[in-house]
């Protein structure tokens, strides 16, 4: 079953305005969470990650929320811009169960002029 | 620069051959990952590694076997390709040396596999 869920398949935002992406996960074991952006024809790239000791982290451009009573995390696109249309998958993991990520299904970002 | 690679990008075999997909990374990280890539299904793991010789199954290893005889590489085999096989793989990896929650895996390129 998917632990961590992304229940929007897609996206569309005008250029200098904000992206909202969402992620929901299940295991309340999950204590580290990353955000990774793919081009099409190219690997996935690490944006953000925040552990769960926190309830945000920023990077420039990118904020990433946690809400832990929730298990929802947010990542937040201020201003967006058309590069930064791709696909963004939220992943997660815990600390006893290795190193292995378990990832959502996706959401396609599309920011428009 | 340190990086990781795939080969080859592309391939297109036929049902019942075995097909082996190379993964090489130069960052001497201790932890190497293959994961396949579906419409609908997001990144799915088949395999991993954590060091020389050792090797686990993933969430989707039926069909797949890995071996690691070295800290670069980690090739993927399918043992006898099938149709359901037909996917973009890639290959990621991460240092593995630090708190698991600091550790970061980085990605190859892909590989983009049609089974005929």
């Known amino acids: 079953d998917q632990q961590v869920k992304q229940n929007s398949p897609s996206l569309s935002v005008q250029e200098g305005r904000i992206s909202i992406l969402n992620c929901d996960y299940t295991?309340?074991?999950?204590?580290?969470f990353l955000w990774y952006k793919k081009y099409p024809a190219e690997g996935p790239t690490f944006l953000i990650s925040?552990?769960?000791?926190?309830d945000k982290n920023e990077d420039g451009r990118f904020t990433v929320f946690l809400n832990k009573s929730a298990k929802h995390l947010s990542l937040h696109i201020v201003p967006s811009q058309p590069g930064d249309s791709a696909v963004y998958f939220c992943?997660?993991?815990?600390?006893?169960?290795?190193?292995?990520?378990?990832f959502g299904k996706g959401t396609s970002l599309l920011v428009t002029p | 620069d340190a990086e990781i690679t795939q080969s080859p990008r592309h391939k297109i075999t036929e049902t019942g051959r075995q097909v082996t997909l190379a993964c090489h990374q130069t960052?001497?990280?201790?932890?190497m990952f293959w994961y396949r890539q579906d419409l609908g299904h997001g990144l799915r793991l088949i395999h991993y590694?954590?060091?020389?010789?050792?090797?686990n199954k993933g969430e989707v290893s039926d069909g797949y076997s890995v071996s690691r005889s070295n800290t670069e590489d980690l090739p993927l085999t399918l043992e006898s390709a099938a149709s359901s096989q037909t996917s973009v793989y890639f290959c990621?990896?991460?240092?593995?040396?630090?708190?698991?929650?600091?550790?970061?895996?980085?990605f190859g390129p892909g590989t983009r596999l049609t089974v005929l």
């Open positions: 990621a990896s991460s240092p593995g040396r630090g708190p698991k929650s600091t550790d970061t895996q980085y």
């Open positions: 295991n309340s074991m999950f204590d580290y």
């Open positions: 925040i552990s769960s000791i926190k």
């Open positions: 992943a997660a993991s815990y600390s006893n169960s290795g190193y292995a990520l378990n």
């Open positions: 960052w001497n990280h201790n932890n």
């Open positions: 590694s954590y060091g020389v010789q050792d090797t």
